[in-house]
């Protein structure tokens, strides 16, 4: 099992930046993939981007491509997501979540970390 917790989140202004972490604990060589989602209120939970445990590989949203950057450090197990000029649509609920596999569903999840971004 993998128990991941984010942090990071907070009220921040339209045009800041915000770095959001995700400690992974447990059985983290069993993870392949790290993703980060949000879900905003009545809205749908999204992908955000990934990035490979190992090789660092990246995969970013269309939407959020040049603003958004997902990096880990595997000595401190922790996966991080740079966001810069923030929107105020970009007010969620941001999760992070962990698969084992190249493919498939997302195995773990963390607890989600409140991202409000103020115009």
């Known amino acids: 099992q993998v128990q991941l917790v984010e942090s990071g989140g907070g009220l921040v202004q339209a045009g800041d930046s915000l770095r959001l972490s995700c400690a992974a604990s447990?059985?983290?060589?069993?993870?392949?993939?790290m993703g980060w989602f949000r879900q905003a209120p009545g809205k749908e939970r999204e992908f955000v981007g990934r990035?490979?445990?190992?090789?660092?590989?990246?995969l970013y949203a269309d939407s959020l491509k040049g603003r958004i950057t997902i990096s880990r450090d595997n000595a401190k197990n922790t996966v991080y997501l740079q966001m810069n000029s923030l929107k105020p649509e970009d007010t969620a609920v941001y999760y992070c979540?962990?698969?084992?596999?190249?493919?498939?569903?997302?195995?773990?999840w963390g607890q989600g970390t409140q991202v409000t971004v103020s115009s």
């Open positions: 979540a962990g698969r084992t596999g190249s493919v498939g569903i997302w195995n773990n």
């Open positions: 447990g059985r983290t060589l069993s993870l392949y993939v």
């Open positions: 990035i490979t445990w190992s090789g660092g590989d990246t």
